[in-house]
C-alpha cells in the first residue's frame, strides 16, 4: 500500500479541484479507499502496517466530511488557495445582512416563545432559500480566481446562515416537546 499524505482531498479521491462536485463519484471514491485499508485486510499485517491503515483510513473519512458539504468544501477550496476565512476573527458584515440576520434571530425567539410551529416553517423556508441562493454565487465565485475573495465572505455569510438554521432547529425542538 503506498500512501501519499501529500495530496489533497480532491486528489485523493480521484476528483478535479472544484467546488462543483458529484456526490455520487465522491461516495463510491470514498467506499473504495476504506475498502483498501479495511482493518480485515490487515489482520495479519505488521503493527506498522495497521497503524499507517488507520492513518490512511482517518484521513479518508476527514476528506470525505471535508468535501461532503458544500460549506466545508467551500472553505476547503479556498484555503487550498491560500485564502483564509477568518470566521472566527472577522464578523464584519454587510449592514444590510447584518438586520436580516437580526430580525431572523428575534423572529426565531418570537415563534418560540408563542410554540409558533407556522412561523418556523416560514423562517426555515426562507433561510433555505437564501443559502440556495449563497451557494449558487459561492459556486459562481470560486470558479475564477479574480472572485475567490469576494468567496471569503459569503462564506462567512453562510456559517451566519448555518447557525440560524441550527436556532431554528432548537426552536422546533422545544416547540414540538
Same mark, same amino acid.
Given at each position: 500500500?503506498?500512501?501519499?499524505?501529500?495530496?489533497? /482531498?480532491?486528489?485523493?479521491? /480521484? #476528483?478535479?479541484?472544484?467546488?462543483?462536485?458529484?456526490?455520487?463519484?465522491?461516495?463510491?471514491?470514498?467506499?473504495?479507499?476504506?475498502?483498501?485499508? /479495511?482493518?480485515?485486510?490487515?489482520?495479519l499485517a505488521t503493527d506498522a502496517e495497521k497503524r499507517?491503515?488507520?492513518?490512511?483510513?482517518?484521513?479518508?473519512?476527514?476528506?470525505?466530511?471535508?468535501?461532503?458539504?458544500? #460549506?466545508?468544501?467551500?472553505r476547503y477550496f479556498l484555503k487550498m488557495h491560500g485564502i483564509e476565512t477568518e470566521e472566527e476573527s472577522n464578523t464584519a458584515m454587510p449592514l444590510p445582512f447584518l438586520m436580516q440576520q437580526m430580525e431572523w434571530r428575534e423572529a426565531v425567539v418570537d415563534a418560540r416563545a408563542a410554540k409558533d410551529e407556522a412561523t418556523l416553517d416560514a423562517l426555515a423556508a426562507q433561510k433555505q432559500a437564501d443559502e440556495k441562493q449563497l451557494f449558487t454565487q459561492l459556486e459562481n465565485e470560486l470558479s475564477q480566481p479574480s472572485t475567490f475573495a469576494a468567496a471569503r465572505l459569503t462564506v462567512r455569510k453562510l456559517r451566519f446562515i448555518e447557525k440560524l438554521g441550527e436556532e431554528i432547529d432548537d426552536a422546533y425542538e422545544a416547540v414540538i416537546n
Open positions: 500500500m503506498t500512501i501519499d499524505f501529500t495530496k489533497n /482531498h480532491f486528489e485523493l479521491f /480521484h #476528483l478535479p479541484v472544484s467546488f462543483q462536485l458529484d456526490s455520487a463519484a465522491l461516495d463510491r471514491a470514498y467506499r473504495e479507499v476504506q475498502r483498501e485499508v /479495511h482493518p480485515d485486510k490487515f489482520t499507517l491503515a488507520a492513518q490512511w483510513a482517518t484521513r479518508a473519512n476527514e476528506g470525505y466530511q471535508t468535501l461532503k458539504t458544500p #460549506l466545508n468544501r467551500g
